[in-house]
């Protein structure tokens, strides 16, 4: 077992934090108080080539791989959760194209996402359709050279401001699961309606309800066949929850650090506060559970790039990872009391991102559920 990062990679590593500090930094806690979309930092993302860490040279990327991908995301989102969002949406449909588009597909919709000229997104969930995907409502009916689409999703990182993202709908209702197809769109047809939904943490990611009324779709944009849109659906979660791991264990960290800064300055009763025993209780927790969830995390990006399977494990350093951010940011926000929520210092910001880790790409509770069903020989996890 090697736990060395080549040079390549710590450069990468560094090139992100040196980005999230100079560029991010700055500006996160405005940008998170007046809820700021930064498409100009989205698009340096694009020109540094962080969206293209797994996608190959030919269609833009940098074929640098999946570690590279978390180390970049992990930095990000140490200094902004909301920024870290903007990566998945661009990763997780290229990533999907990539595996299951036609080369036609692969061309024409991966560059723009790698580059960060088309804003990505993924729309799966829908109100009576959460941690339950199967349950979806709405509807893809071929006519002629497209397909018509009808209903609604909810919940979409980047709704209100996607130019490409990917749409997963039934086509065939009575086929259960596998009667769901998977689309890619530029969502410039009539027949869409965006609503912006506000919530309380990630403000600067925009996220939107989207209404289809007689949405039409080209038939050539549907990846893979009929039917094929659930196992591309999963497939396609499993890669964005790594992205999701990464993010919280950024968020972790930030916490920690915070807390441990504070602990170095701050004075109470006459000595520093991090001599204190139950400050250094909490401390010690939030550093075991953010390495713990590190090494959770860099291990399913490596079997990533060993083309080996790794759900399971994908799905434990998920769980992991947004436990570990929720308990930091809170063990943060004792140590610096009214320092601490107070909306003045970023610990209340970590405290509310962290929240959304426990709810996006799969629940702490449904990771627990595919982490347990495969324990017990329920429902194996690891997919070919
Ligand atoms: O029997 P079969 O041949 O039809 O196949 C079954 C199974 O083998 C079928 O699907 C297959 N399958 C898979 N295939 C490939 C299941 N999992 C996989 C896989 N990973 N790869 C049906 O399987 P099933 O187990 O009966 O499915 P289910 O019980 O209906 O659902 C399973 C499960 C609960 C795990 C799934 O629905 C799920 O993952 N739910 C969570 C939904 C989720 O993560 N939503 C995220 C929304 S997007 C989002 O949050 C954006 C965040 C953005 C950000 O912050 O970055």
Redesign the pocket.
Known sequence: MDFDLSEELIAVRDLARDFAEKEIAPTAAKDDREHTFRGDLVKKMGDLGFYGSVIPEEFGGTGLGFLAMVLITEEIARVHSAM??AI??QI?PALTLLQFGSKEQKEKFIPGLVSGDTIGC?A??EPDA?????AMRTSATKQGDDYVLNGGKI???NGPVTNGGLIYAYTDRAQK??GMSAFFTDWSASGLTRKSLQTMG?HC?PLGELTLDNFKIPAANRLGNEGDG??IC??Q??Q??L??AA?ALGVARAAQEAAVNYCNQRSQFGQKIGEFQMNQDLIAQMIGQEEAARLLVYRAAWLADQKKPN?LETSIAKYTAAEAANHAADAAMKILGAYGYSTEFPVERYYRDAK?YQ?????SN?QK??IAQDALGY?K?N?A
Do not use: P, Q, Y
């Open positions: 870290r969002v998945n949406m997780g993924f799966i969930t959460g941690s339950d995907v199967a919940w979409i990182s699961h596998r990630a990611s659930f196992k999963m497939w979660l499993n964005t929850r992205n999701c993010g759900n959304s709810i996006v790409e799969g629940s449904v559920m595919i429902r996890a997919r």
